[in-house]
């Protein structure tokens, strides 16, 4: 992780990361002002914390409350060295506790991160360099040079495929740093990368090896970048809606009809067939949200279609909204990614298939699984881990190549179904269980749900969302008889990387799916994105024109001059919002496509609260204790904010009863919320605080800079393409 230091005044300190800022000073002793803990303070406190966070997921996962239990940390600092110490953690735990949790709350706190990382020392490496934005890939562990690791699939050998994409990412000035690695089943790796400067830019990588993971989550940050799915539903600012092109150089723009009209040129006949059935879908619902460049009209990219090599424009809205990251990969060469984005697009369509209809998959023999024991000896490691795995065939009958490793968690009755795709069927298994332990621990297996009978649940469309985002949507019980509907297939795809994306698209042929692929070379990389119409899709057709991610565009300028806006302009928004039919509970991040610090108002807020505080500040008292009301019974806000909304509720109250008056009421609510709460609740109430949390911004996101971060990073990828067009 990196972490910015600020130097304020005197001794104070400032440190950055994420979304969080930390003071710290030096005792007053130490000629600083006592304003804050010092840096050494901070590490002390760090490795208590994270004890107590190892405890109080511990009792979280078997229901044991932590109201009782009480844990302190003292040093004891050797007085002949005072760099040798020793942390003393003691737990005062429940007497009615049984000796198994006590032993296991003592094994967790010994798992701190804190402490391993003390125990092991690190190493702390000095150095002054002319600038902290380049020497991009200094945060990266390489492998030594001189190595040559081949793995099946790879035209390159591994380090080699590193050394390539972490030039790329330096030549790009994107700093990558590893924020955490996984090895908790033999030959399972996993690890997290994210931009420094921007850590919404973030992939998860997965392999066998710790380098084959490296690669993995190397590829996938470049085919996001190349693929703009980093900034697939975020306001590209204004500076960038204006400049020669928004996506690509070869991007072209269409102007709708006169009655909205879907554009002449955008798509073909076969595409128009799917996406325009009933003829419902108008040039409108196709400008993009990234833009919101409404008077350039549509903004589409070319793809070429693969039956007759004709080239085709796709709307970047269209894309945006339902296809997300399926079928774009990065590869050493283009038929090596083509291969991984194929492999992608049937693992997913057939994974939904599986899932939607039920089907009863047959058991992967032993006797075939003892041919590939790196894999064996994971499934094993789970097993004894408590964790009884099912290895299925899901090709259909040796129809497509795609294999799951299914995990059942006896803690929780959970279920967790992780397929995976390659023309090689070990490559396939592979996947699928580096899938299953991808950026997870044990403990975060509790979380996945237990299957269910109900067919409706199954079937229903965001569940085939949620498993595509983290394959944590629910499966049927029936997937679990052992009256498989196919037998098992030895099924054997593979080749050469040409031969095998051949085969792949020739698959697609024969099921009469049409291709389109885009190629992007221009940071260094292969990537291609493949769509198939009708078949790779994640999100529902219907939302194009049901649930379009350019709704932000009827919104995004007026929430961010929501300060600026008269008492005329903030009624005709909350009417607006009102007759939306939006879903109350929708954050207005996600509605206009701005990220803001999740730690602040902003970050929190939702459309329920945002029609709240427009009719505090109008002054429309009932319509606005019938929204606190709706607020405080359905949120997931911080205690804090809910005792700020139960104070605004009980004075709406007083104020609306023409029984009651608010000053004999102002002695105890001063008790019960505090002093400068209840001033804030007053002048809410009143219409002398209006907004209160949320800071001033506008069109140009001043202040907002973890979206400024996110346009940064954007701004260095649409100037290479700019470099590369001139």
């Known amino acids: 992780m990196e972490i910015n230091v600020n130097f304020l005044d005197n001794l104070r300190l400032e440190a950055k990361f994420d979304d969080f800022s930390v003071i710290t000073d030096q005792p007053i002793r130490y000629k600083g002002d006592g304003s804050a803990p010092s840096p050494f303070d901070y590490f002390l406190a760090s490795s208590a914390l994270c004890a107590a966070y190892f405890v109080r997921v511990y009792c979280l996962a078997r229901d044991i409350p932590t109201h009782n239990i009480r844990l302190s940390q003292n040093n004891i600092v050797d007085p002949e060295n005072r760099y040798n110490q020793i942390f003393k953690i003691q737990v005062e735990l429940p007497e009615d506790l049984s000796e198994k949790d006590r032993k296991g709350i003592l094994r967790s706190i010994d798992r701190c991160t804190v402490k391993k990382v003390v125990q092991t020392g690190p190493t702390f490496d000095i150095e002054a360099v002319d600038s902290l934005d380049e020497d991009a890939q200094a945060l990266l562990m390489t492998t030594p040079e001189g190595s040559r690791t081949f793995i099946e699939g790879k035209d390159l050998p591994l380090e080699q495929t590193i050394a390539n994409m972490t030039g790329i990412l330096a030549e790009l000035g994107m700093k990558i740093e590893i924020a955490s690695w996984r090895n908790i089943v033999p030959h399972v790796w996993s690890l997290h990368i994210r931009d420094a400067a921007s850590p919404m830019c973030f992939t998860n990588g997965k392999g066998s090896t710790k380098e084959s993971a490296l690669c993995s989550a190397l590829g996938e940050f470049i085919e996001r970048l190349s693929c703009n799915f980093f900034y697939n539903d975020q306001y590209f600012g204004e500076d960038v809606a204006h400049r020669a092109f928004v996506h690509y150089p070869d991007e072209k723009w269409f102007q709708p009809g006169p009655d909205d009209e879907l554009p002449e040129g955008i798509l073909d006949a076969h595409c128009l067939a799917i996406y325009n059935p009933e003829d419902e879908l108008g040039g409108s619902n196709l400008i993009d949200a990234n833009s919101g460049r409404v008077d350039r009209g549509v903004c589409a990219l070319p793809f070429v279609r693969q039956s007759d090599g004709e080239v085709v424009y796709f709307p970047s809205n269209l894309i945006e909204n339902l296809f997300l990251s399926n079928g774009m990969s990065a590869g050493n060469t283009l038929p090596e990614a083509q291969v991984q984005c194929l492999s992608e697009i049937f693992e997913r369509a057939v994974k ?316 105890n609510l001063r008790r019960m919320f505090g002093e400068e709460t209840l001033q804030t609740v007053l002048g809410y109430v009143d219409g002398s605080v209006r907004f209160p949390g949320l800071t001033p911004t506008n069109m140009q996101l001043e202040g907002l800079d973890k979206h400024l971060r996110l346009i940064e990073s954007y701004k260095k990828l649409h100037a290479a393409r700019a470099g590369r067009m001139s």
């Open 352 to 667: 939904k298939q599986i899932i939607e209809a039920e089907v009863v998959l047959p058991d992967v023999p032993l006797s075939v699984l003892e041919k590939y024991p790196n894999i064996l000896e994971g499934v094993q490691a789970l097993e004894k881990q408590g964790f009884p795995i099912l290895v299925k065939d899901a090709s259909l009958g040796g129809k497509y190549p795609v294999a799951c490793v299914t995990l059942m968690n006896l803690k929780t009755g959970g279920v967790f179904a992780s397929f995976g795709a390659h023309p090689s069927f070990e490559v396939a298994l592979e996947r699928s269980l580096t899938e299953l332990m991808q950026g997870r621990s044990f403990e975060g297996l509790n979380d996945v749900p237990p299957p269910t009978f109900n067919s409706l649940a199954v079937t229903e469309p965001n569940n085939y969302v949620e498993h595509f985002i983290d394959s944590s949507g629910v499966v049927s019980w029936r997937f679990f008889s052992s009256k498989a509907d196919y037998a098992f297939c030895e099924w054997d795809f593979s080749g050469t990387n040409q031969e095998e994306a051949d085969s792949l698209f020739g698959i697609l042929r024969d099921m009469g799916k049409e291709a389109y692929m885009a190629i992007h070379e221009d940071l260094g990389a292969p990537v291609c994105r493949i769509l198939v119409p009708g078949y790779s899709e994640v999100y529902p057709v219907e939302d194009l024109v049901w649930d379009n991610t350019n709704m932000a565009l009827d919104y995004r300028e007026d929430i961010l001059n929501l300060h600026r806006l008269d008492d005329d302009q903030l009624a005709d928004l909350v009417e607006r919002l009102e007759e939306s039919q939006l879903d109350n509970y929708m954050k207005v991040i996600n509605l206009i496509g701005v990220e803001f610090d999740e730690n602040t108002v902003w970050g929190q807020l939702t459309i329920l609260e945002l029609k709240l505080m427009i009719y505090l500040a109008l002054q429309q008292h009932e319509e606005a204790l019938d929204t606190v009301g709706a607020f405080m019974q359905f949120n997931d806000n911080t205690v804090e904010r809910n005792l700020f909304y139960q104070a605004v509720n009980a004075v709406l109250e007083i104020v609306l009863d023409d029984e009651l008056e608010l000053d004999d009421f102002l002695f």
